[in-house]
């Protein structure tokens, strides 16, 4: 018997939920204990979740639940599935990607090979086109990165092992990275980027990190007990983000926009904009405050509310406007006297 029918033979023989000893197997296919010791090691290595207990009356088992029933889906579920998995593809990066790959593979390999072909097919058969990008919030686009997929599969396997995860974030708007001691709860998908939710050590705040601005994530010995209480839906919606920005108006500058009713009810569709404080001013307009004083950002949006729009600080961007705005005027006067005296 070669050493690929004797670890075939030994996965048989655990399969059955009770501890068989070493040397039972041993014996059963005459060699020895070393020899059986290297066979149930190279199941470990090829995945094969191999559990061992010492003692006088330890020995090895599958985990509960390793081997599975064949999966029976009619066609209909089949292609239900290769929709499913043709929107998850259109992700640029998921969370634990290789493990996808393999469980797709396991999947293809237990459906009746009547529906093989369709669910090979499925690039040719179902499109998702990509969230195109947001011009106006440049500061969402990102590209996929080594870190960003070690980042979300590091969260992630820290979610299933209950045990806490090291990391630097980096801000970008800062120009700051920072250490992050943090209990993993979940992960969100929001506009084409991650983000991971935990519980933060040092504050004992609930904070949303965008994955794509992890460095150097590692999961730590440390186990933590989950928040039974948590569900990561209660972040949807821009919840995060409205939690995130009521934080960031403690940590940050703040930008001042009045604004006529409007423009308030326009600024208030967008999926940013709308989480920023809203005030009623005495005059009948809208005080807008932002947690952000970045040229890059505040700018471009006075321009897009247009006329009615006043910014009243930072003074330095309102000077810098203001200039913008003269020379702008200038140029479409002197293009209007060339034009009358034509």
Known sequence: MNPIERALGILLLLTGGRLVPATVLAERFEVSLRTIYRDIDRLIALGVPVDAERGAEGGYRLASGYIQPPVALSRNETAALLAAMALVRSSRTVPLAGELTSAEKKLLASLPKNVHGLLKDAERIVGIEPIPPDIFHAGTKAEPTEDWQK????????????????FEHVNPARQTVKAHDVEPYGVLFDRDLWYLAGRCVDTDLLKVYRADRVRNLEISGLFFRPDKAFSIQSLLGGAWLSQAMRRWEQEEEIAEILITPRQAKKLS??????????????????????????????????????????????????????SELADLAALYAANAKLERSA
């Open 269 to 322: 569709a967008d999926w940013y904009y709308r989480h920023a404080v809203f005030t009623p001013s005495e005059d009948g307009r809208i005080l807008v405050s932002i947690p952000s004083t970045d040229r890059a950002r505040i700018l471009p949006l006075v321009r897009w509310l247009g006329p009615g729009a006043e910014l009243l600080g930072p003074q330095d961007l309102r000077q810098e406007l203001a």
């Open 151 to 166: 980042a979300l599969d590091g969260f992630m396997a820290g979610i299933l092992d209950s045990r806490r995860v090291r």
